[in-house]
């Protein structure tokens, strides 16, 4: 049982430092997909599936369930993984290249297959916003429009601002070298976000 609980605990640590680093590098490299990478790697599922199975056993060996708070934290942790297992499987990530004053529907995936959104982004303008008296970036921002059906939406994403619409969310990813285009990371993920940010 000491074995199990070392274990349970000892992951349990790993995992939280493991999304605490893959956080910083998103902040600090202003590309979100870096996160992306390390929750959808196969080591990282691997590893929450086994602390997951660890968590459950050790809630019916020390029958957790006449503790509702300490098994509400093992559950949590099943339920993390049910939602890193969906995103795994359905989930979609590609990016979507902008230049200014014009629209796109096209992501471009990893495979090198395109999918067309059921409505456009149009690029009103991308702008680097600088710390006060020097030349160290510290915000990328787009100006975008959804387009769809005649009606438009008005949003901004930057580094630290997440556009959503119609169940996709739009990161700031990268930028065209002359400063006129944008790169958008842009996901599709409602029920493993939903089931991971309830865990």
Excluded at 105 to 134: A, C, G, K
């Amino acid at each position: 049982m000491h074995l199990l609980k070392r274990i349970t605990f000892t992951l349990f640590c790993i995992a939280m430092l493991v999304l605490a680093i893959a956080s910083l590098l998103d902040n600090l490299t202003g590309e979100p997909g870096t996160s992306e990478t390390v929750y959808h790697s196969i080591p990282f599922a691997a590893m929450w599936g086994v602390l997951t199975v660890c968590a459950l056993i050790y809630i019916f060996r020390r029958k957790l369930w006449k503790l509702p708070a300490t098994m509400m934290i093992h559950l949590a942790l099943a339920l993390i993984f049910l939602g890193a297992l969906v995103t795994h499987i359905w989930g979609e990530q590609g990016r979507m290249h902008i230049r200014e004053h014009e629209s796109s529907d096209v992501i471009e995936h990893e495979d090198s297959n395109d999918q067309r959104l059921p409505f456009s982004v149009h690029l009103e303008s991308f702008e680097i916003i600088y710390y006060q008296s020097t030349s160290s970036p510290k915000d990328y921002v787009s100006k975008i429009v959804f387009e769809e059906g005649g009606k438009e939406e008005k949003v901004t994403v930057s580094m630290n601002n997440i556009a959503r619409y119609r169940n996709y969310r739009f990161y700031q990813s990268a930028y065209d070298d002359d400063l006129h285009g944008s790169i958008l990371i842009v996901t599709r993920d409602p029920w493993g976000i939903g089931l991971t940010y309830s865990g």
